[in-house]
């Protein structure tokens, strides 16, 4: 047999091996009767995460803004199997929100075991335009919304050895080009809950934080944002989810999905390339030409509950 031949033989055999006796741990009737609050909930991704922990038969609570795209995110979660669902209108660029759903989450469930913190202000996708505003503004929501959570959910996770997951992104470990705001907002969730992880273990407390790194995946709001501008194949949003779920419901540290993204990573810290890096994006996204309006001001607290 030619040498070609022998490394195909080989590469196939360990293929095959791999397959025959690599499990997955996931059990989803663990998550049956789990008590989730859930961010960002009325779209993308975080609408199919409420979609699959509804058919694993969890007790949810949905917020985002939108209340009437929640309520029927919620009624499509009670036909797939929530066991219980409510929702909760919330901003978190309003700086009083974050507590209150928390309160209102623990007065619908009783507790909770996993917070799921997902949302995101409006992300322009394009070069650095001076508007420094906005990043304050998006620090509030994509940031400090999330350490305001899970400061308030803390007690309850501790007492129900919770997990806390926190979905970032591929520019949360790399930066990349036309994402200067954004990528700020997650290198800072990966300070922050890197650090609490280990204050956590180093206090006994049983709180699992997995830290979500994605790759592009296929939401409306990424692809409008994108388009044009970057020339990467999109996974989709159902996959995405489900790997979230999966990463925080065996306690990982951190998933990367898809998971060729932790090769990328790794090399992209021992390698850095930035020419390589640049030729996956378009020069065309100068200031200006995301079609996505971006609104930073504040909307007002939204005061009805359910
Ligand atoms: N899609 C990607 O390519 C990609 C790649 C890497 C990482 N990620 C991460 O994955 C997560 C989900 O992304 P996605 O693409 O699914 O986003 P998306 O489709 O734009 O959904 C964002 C969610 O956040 C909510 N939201 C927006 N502004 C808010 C505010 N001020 N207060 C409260 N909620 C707000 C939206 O609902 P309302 O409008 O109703 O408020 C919506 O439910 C994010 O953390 C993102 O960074 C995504």
């Known amino acids: 047999m030619k040498p ?22 996931f059990k989803p009737e663990t998550l049956s009767g789990a008590r989730v609050l859930l961010t960002g909930a009325s779209a ?15 007790e949810i609570v949905l917020t985002a803004r939108r209340e009437a795209v929640l309520q029927k995110v919620m009624e499509k979660c009670l036909a797939l199997g929530a066991k219980k669902i409510f929702y909760i209108p919330a901003d978190m660029s309003n700086p009083l929100e974050p507590e209150k759903v928390v309160h209102f989450a623990l007065q619908k469930l009783g507790g909770l075991d996993y917070l799921v913190l997902n949302h995101i202000g409006t992300t322009r996708f394009q070069m650095w335009d001076g508007d420094v505003e906005y990043t304050r503004w998006l620090m509030q929501v994509n940031f400090f919304s999330y350490v305001s959570l899970a400061t308030a959910a803390l007690p309850t996770l501790e007492k129900n050895q919770g997990s806390l997951v926190v979905v970032s992104s591929l520019t949360g470990k790399i930066p990349t080009p036309f994402t200067t705001s954004y990528s ?10 890197s650090s609490l992880r280990h204050e956590l273990s180093m206090q006994k407390k049983n709180i699992s934080v997995t830290l979500c790194i994605l790759g ?10 994108t388009r044009g501008k970057v ?6 949003a159902a996959d995405a989810a489900l790997a979230i779920i999966r990463g925080g419901a065996l306690r990982m540290r951190e998933v990367f999905y898809p998971g060729w993204l932790h090769l990328v990573c790794c090399l992209g810290v021992l390698f850095p390339c930035d020419p390589a890096l640049q030729s996956f994006y378009s020069p065309q996204g100068g200031p200006g030409s995301s079609p996505i309006p971006c609104n930073p001001t504040p909307a007002p607290a939204v005061a009805k509950y359910h």
């Not at 031949?5 to 741990?25: E, H, R, Y």
């Not at 020339?231 to 989709?236: D, E, I, K, R």
């Open 4 to 25: 070609i031949g022998k490394v195909l033989c080989a590469t196939a055999f360990v293929i095959g091996f791999l397959a025959v006796f690599w499990k997955d741990s």
């Open 44 to 58: 993308g991704i975080g609408e199919q995460m409420a979609y699959h922990y509804a058919r694993f038969g969890a």
């Open 184 to 193: 700020a907002t997650k290198f800072a969730l990966d300070g922050f809950f």
């Open 216 to 225: 592009l995946i296929d939401t409306k709001s990424a692809l409008e944002s």
């Open 231 to 236: 020339y990467l194949p999109a996974s989709p």
